[in-house]
């Protein structure tokens, strides 16, 4: 969260700083608990924030071994849980680039014990693996289990709207009894929509993307080709570009997209945009990894579905994550959390700063 962990200082820190300033006081001063759960570091991914946090705040922090666990891949939740009362989910890294240089999106949840409940089981099987020559059990404690998921879901009223909500995760060997696996969740949030699905995420392969050899994984991407052929449903679909987009991408969002341009007459309505967050000084374009619309998230006529993943196989396969699902009836209006999704996919999707596949490729590629 402070800006000496890059090559670039900013005045833009500031919130970052001033956040994990807070941390400090909290654990020092407050004696307040806190116990971190970080990813294994890596050569470009030091960890001198949890370092501090531990030496100067009594912080318990912990590493989990996502190669040794799994063979590959690594912890890409983002999550807050405070006094398993109130959480935070969502695509921003707990990074000072994540609040004030990337475009995000989150989900928090206040006085609501039952499901930070069920959020804490999650974070305490991260707790669990997060130890020297841990093993993924082969049945985990039935402490981690948990009665909620897609077809027993909690009822709970988010500003005034009773809405069925349950919390996936990923991979599936961190999922123990009862708790909904992450891709499964994106399949039927996908499968039930009528009328559309409007999706936002920062990349979308229908594959594997860092594993070697790569592996076709088209388990979203069948499920979003039926939804448009079959039934007819409305899908927009807003991904990213910065500097670190592959260019492998647009094949496969032209692919989508063309589903549309050959078979007009059956009228599937499938489109594709770019967004783009621009860089106005040299300052910001000097920012490693920033400026992106980092979002990961899917909103239909019934459903609300934010998540900490991108769509492509390897973070639903071998990578940690974590979705909140929100089901049910809309009222359509602000304090309807549905609806408040809906309302930033549209103003990005008609932003000036969101491109149609074809100008994007014509133009900036």
Known sequence: MNDNDVP????????????FKDLVVAGSVKNITIRIVQSKPERNAPVNDTLYLAKYANADVRTIDF????????????????????FYVGSANLDWRSFTQVKEMGATIQQCSCLAADMGKIFDAYWYLAVPDAAVPSTWNISLTTAYNADSPMVVDFNGTNYQTYLSS???????AGREKDGDASVRIINESQQYIHIAVMDYYPTTQFVKPRTYWPVIDDAIRAAAFNRRVQVRLLVSYWNHTYNEMFLY??????????TRFLKINIQVKLFVVPAYTDAQRNIPYS???HNKYMVTEKTAYIGTSNWSGDYFLTTGGIGLVIHGSSLGNHSDIRQQLEDVFQRDWYSEHAFSLDHFNTTMS
């Not at 666990?69 to 999550?79: P, S």
């Not at 969002?253 to 050959?262: E, G, K, P, R």
Request: hydrophobic residues 35%; charged residues 20%; aromatic residues 8%.
């Open 8 to 19: 670039v200082q900013d005045p833009s820190a500031w919130e970052g700083e001033q956040l």
């Open 253 to 262: 969002l032209h692919s989508l997209q063309d589903l549309q341009t050959y």
């Open 67 to 86: 190669a040794h666990l799994f063979g590959r891949g690594i912890l890409h939740t983002k999550m807050w849980l405070v006094d398993r009362k109130h």
């Open 291 to 293: 400026r992106v619309n």
């Open 170 to 176: 990923s991979p599936p060997p961190l999922c123990p």
